[in-house]
C-alpha cells in the first residue's frame, strides 16, 4: 500500500502570510495531482504533476513535484480567506490505475 | 452541466439496517471510484470500476457491496450497517484511471 504524509496536519496563518505544506511518500508516482475541499463539497482539481522537478504556477499557487517523484510541495503566496479549505494530494502509482490520496492539510486564513 | 450526481444528502441509519447510496454520471466516463472521508482525513477508496460490468475492491470494502450495470451509475451498497461506516461517501469518476478526478457533493451517512 502505497502512503501519503502529508504535514502539517493543520495550519492557520494571517491573511498575506506565506504557507508550504507538503506531500511525501517512500513510494515513487507516475504522477501527483492536488486537490481542494471545501466544506460540504468533494475535491476540486488544482494540478497535476507528472514529470520530476515540474512546476507548475496556478494564480498565487506554486506547485512542485520532487526529483525523484516521490514528494511534492503546494506554495501559496500572500494567502487570503477564499484559500481556507483542506488541501489533499493524490497519487498514482506507477502501472497503478488508483490514485492514493494523502492525510490532507486544513488550511485556515485568518482576516 | 450536472457532472457526478449523488443522493441522498444526508441519511441517518440503525445498526443492522441497509441502504443504497445513488451515484450517476453523464460525462460518459468508463472510470467510477466510491471513496469514504471520516472527520479530518483524506479519502479511502472502497471500490472503483473502470467499465460497465467491471468492479473491484479498494483500500476498504468491507460491509460493502457495489454494482456497474450501465456506464452512468455506479450504486454503493452497505448491508448491516455499522457504527464505524459512520463517514462521509464521496462518488467520483474519471475518464482515464489516473486522471482528474470529478467528484459528486457527497452523503454524511451517521449509523446509530
Known amino acids: 500500500t502505497q502512503l501519503l504524509e502529508q504535514s502539517p496536519q493543520f495550519l492557520s496563518i494571517q491573511e498575506g502570510e506565506n504557507l508550504t505544506v507538503y506531500c511525501n511518500s517512500s513510494?515513487?508516482?507516475?504522477?501527483l495531482q492536488w486537490y481542494r475541499q471545501e466544506p460540504g463539497e468533494g475535491p476540486v482539481l488544482l494540478v497535476t504533476v507528472v514529470t520530476g522537478g515540474e512546476v507548475k504556477k496556478l494564480k498565487r499557487l506554486t506547485f512542485q513535484f520532487g526529483d525523484a517523484r516521490k514528494d511534492s510541495s503546494l506554495h501559496i503566496t500572500a494567502a487570503q480567506p477564499g484559500d481556507t479549505g483542506l488541501y489533499l494530494c493524490a497519487g498514482a502509482g506507477v502501472g497503478n490505475e488508483k490514485l492514493t490520496f494523502g492525510t490532507g492539510t486544513r488550511l485556515t486564513i485568518i482576516p | 452541466n450536472a457532472g457526478v450526481t449523488q443522493t441522498p444528502k444526508f441519511r441517518i441509519l440503525k445498526i443492522g439496517q441497509s441502504m443504497t447510496l445513488q451515484c450517476t454520471q453523464d460525462?460518459?466516463?468508463?472510470?467510477m471510484y466510491w471513496y469514504r472521508q471520516d472527520p479530518g482525513m483524506g479519502l479511502k477508496l472502497i471500490y472503483y470500476?473502470?467499465?460497465?460490468?467491471?468492479?473491484d475492491k479498494g483500500e476498504v470494502p468491507n460491509g460493502y457491496n457495489v454494482s456497474r450495470s450501465t456506464t452512468e451509475d455506479f450504486p454503493l451498497r452497505l448491508e448491516l450497517a455499522a457504527p464505524s461506516q459512520t463517514s462521509v461517501y464521496f462518488c467520483?469518476?474519471?475518464?482515464?484511471?489516473?486522471?482528474?478526478?470529478?467528484f459528486g457533493s457527497g452523503t454524511q451517512l451517521s449509523v446509530l
Open positions: 460525462m460518459n466516463h468508463n472510470y
Open positions: 467520483a469518476s474519471s475518464y482515464t484511471g489516473r486522471g482528474k478526478l470529478f
Open positions: 470500476s473502470v467499465g460497465a460490468g467491471i468492479t
Open positions: 513510494s515513487v508516482f507516475s504522477s
